[in-house]
């Protein structure tokens, strides 16, 4: 594997194998001290297009945990406002001598696009409306961790499917890991078409609840209102938002899952967020060791499994 | 000097034949089988055209030429060479530029830097003052200087009311409105064709009906105003049915596609390389295959190339970020003769005699081949087989969505006013 662009590109085989590497490095992360000299003398780069503390903290942290340098750039701080192209920023990064960069883009295909130019490791930290791979694999891992495996498991994800890239990368990881995926939307936040989706839709959140192992709320952005997307928040919190009530309608051991930040009392009601059945914390715990398993895989030996002993 | 081409196959809208064709003082002196033996005098030139197609020169009514303004894309001079590489003898340049063509100045200066180049450069006009879609140019003023076809090319006339005035007072002046048809409230904000494919890549996308609509509204302004309304680069199934219909009901409407269209689908967006986005968007497999069927059973009157220079740096940036459009002078002919089983008659009514009809210079391009007529010709090798790279194209642009694709179909000689102004596939100016 030279990139991950996307889950698009990995097989079922893939994500188990990555699934499994995650394993070796939440072992790392519970001693008393988390680090690993296996990526020592490697540099990683953020090259970040988008506001994103928590994606690029975990990145940061998975990078350091494998004691790899880092460099960073950010538009705020970058010529990229004075109008330089992707393709001469990404190559002006890769002559300070990076191995890996991980892009996060306001684009969609920017990552892959990188990728043509560099002769380094992409890493897709989300693009666009596309794919955010490592959210999708830390979903995996927390959902295995919480319900033992995917197979046969049912899953609804409810919200705005069409601008979420978590939702396209969480939809082919799912259903590749056997999960049974149903879209929860009004058409107006659903893709403009789900041909070729191994995916059911439906409008009422109510009715399937009582079905699935998991639910997995997107966020819900407040500009959604201004493109008449839904008439108001109160409107898609009356029908979408997981409140106490609708929690009563789901198997006691469902679980909720939220890829943060969440909108407290917009699709997720506070209380709600506070259960012991929602596993947010552990998604963000669970994602530093992913994004490990991540980096290891494209920067280490590539050819071992085992973890370097400290 | 004359020149002879010689033993090559002359085809115009009558049809085909095997036939020299001699050119003198920039007119077809005489067409017709062995005249190269009798004609050929010591100071004439020969052109060995065995098994190759003599045709009217191309016409392409819809070329960007990016002067002036964004020289760095393209300038007349570097479009017109790569037109006449293509086989066209003629283009009209679309009045986006900047400043805007709304003016006879500007009209004027883009026809001067046209003189002398390798190509018959007309130039189209805006519909409004700066394609701000407000307020009508002087489109009498700008037809005195020969300005046949007015658009906003870009952007279509948004305002019914606004087109339905121009039409009127275009019908008056015998000038044709081409119209660019994109509803910009529901397409704002998409980057490719809305379906399967951008839903899955999460780029916004374009519904059909974006176009459609405006091809509805604008057909229905016709019908009011009895003007000629001319459709640019259909790209949908809907638009080609709908202007079908049109004719069928007598309308005074025209249309062309694009070659990208007949030939890519959305599938190509799939590599997230802007240099498959353009507008209108490269659609579905049924589309291109609709758009194919309109030209071939003549619902499209023409193919026009859309050549749209960019210069490489502004299709370096991400999908969404990077302007639409695609080269295509170099590489029409070759993709209609790969793309469409058509005969080369058709072929030239399609790239040649009916495009030149819809701008009016009809009495210079698109044949009929016989003698007296202004020696406007491609040469065309039909069988010849060649691979697209981008850098050695004419364009002072790169952005060929053929790039390493084998094409049929080679340019070898073109001639302007009987000057050639390509040989052996070399530009001579």
Redesign the interface.
Known sequence: MKHLLGI?DLTAGDIEHLLRLTDHFVEVTRRRMPKVPALQGRTVSWLFYEDSTRTRLSFEQAAKRLSADTLSFTVSSSSVRKGE????TALTIEAMGVDAIVVR?R????P??VA?WVSASVVNAG?????HPTQALLDCYTMREQLGSLDGRRVAIVGDIAHS?VA?SDVLAFTRLGAEVTLVAPTTLL???????PVRAEVDLDHVLPRVDAVYLLRMQRERMSEALVPTLREYTARWGLTRRRVELMDEKAIVMHPGPMNRGVEIAADVADLPRAVVIDQVRNGVAVRMAVLYQLLGSGQSLEVPSP | MTIVLKGGTVVDRSGERAADVVVEDGRIRAVGPDLASGAAGSGDRVLDCAGLLVLPGLVDIHTHLRQPGQEEAETIETGARAAALGGYTCIVAMPNTQPAIDSAGVAREVLELGQGTCCDVRTAAAITVGRAGGQLTPMAELAELGVRLFTDDGTGVQDARLMRRAMEYARDLGVTLAQHCEDAALSAGGHMN???V????????V?AEAEELMVMRDIALARLTVARVHFQHLSTEGSVAMVRAAKSRGLTVTCEAAPHHFSLTDECCS???PVFKVNPPLRTAADRAAVGRGLTDGSIDCIATDHAPHAP??K??????APPGMLGLQTALALALTSLELPPTELVGLLSTRPAAIVGVEAEHGGPLEAGRPANLCVVDPTAKWVVDPDRLASRSRNTPYAGMTLTGQVRHTLLRGEPVVLDGEAQR
């Open positions: 698009a192209s992707l393709r001469d883009h684009s969609s295909g920017a892959a696009q043509r693009d666009g409306w596309h794919e890239r396209r893709p403009p078409s789900l041909e070729g989706w | 809305e379906g399967p951008s839903a899955r890549l999460g780029i916004p996308g519904p590599s997230f390389d740096e502004t370096e940036q991400p999908f969404d970020e």
